[in-house]
């Protein structure tokens, strides 16, 4: 049984920074796409990054330049660290992973995290 479970979320100011982690077991960590999604209230979900077991990386265009997901294998862990945050990154942000990348860029990943709050205030 795959289980995902988020932690590091918070309130912070705009600007701000926080460093979210996902702590995964289960499976074979390694064999896994990672990734991170986020809704808004009154949103859609919506993909933020992802993390290929071959080591490529793949974000968002509104996060860009901002994020940087990363995994430590070793610790059956993914991070997403969020720089200059703005208001408008409010969400519950939820961890994923898949075998395939695809479905994990599809937003159709087999499996789901309980999620974990950032607040950005203005």
């Known amino acids: 049984q795959v289980q995902l479970v988020e932690s590091g979320g918070g309130l912070v100011q705009a600007g701000g920074s926080l460093r979210l982690s996902c702590l995964a077991s289960?499976?074979?960590?390694?064999?896994?796409?990672m990734g991170w999604f986020r809704q808004a209230p009154g949103k859609e979900r919506e993909f933020v990054a992802a993390?290929?077991?071959?080591?490529?990386?793949y974000y968002a265009d509104s996060v860009k330049g901002r994020f940087t997901i990363s995994r430590e294998n070793a610790k059956n862990t993914v991070y997403l660290q969020m720089n200059s945050l703005k208001p408008e990154d409010t969400a519950v942000y939820y961890c994923?992973?898949?075998?395939?990348?695809?479905?994990?860029?599809?937003?159709?990943?087999?499996?789901w995290g309980q999620g974990t709050q950032v607040t950005v205030s203005s």
């Open positions: 994923a992973a898949d075998p395939a990348a695809h479905r994990v860029l599809s937003a159709i990943p087999g499996y």
């Open positions: 289960g499976h074979t960590f390694s064999s896994y796409t």
């Open positions: 993390f290929s077991t071959v080591g490529n990386t």
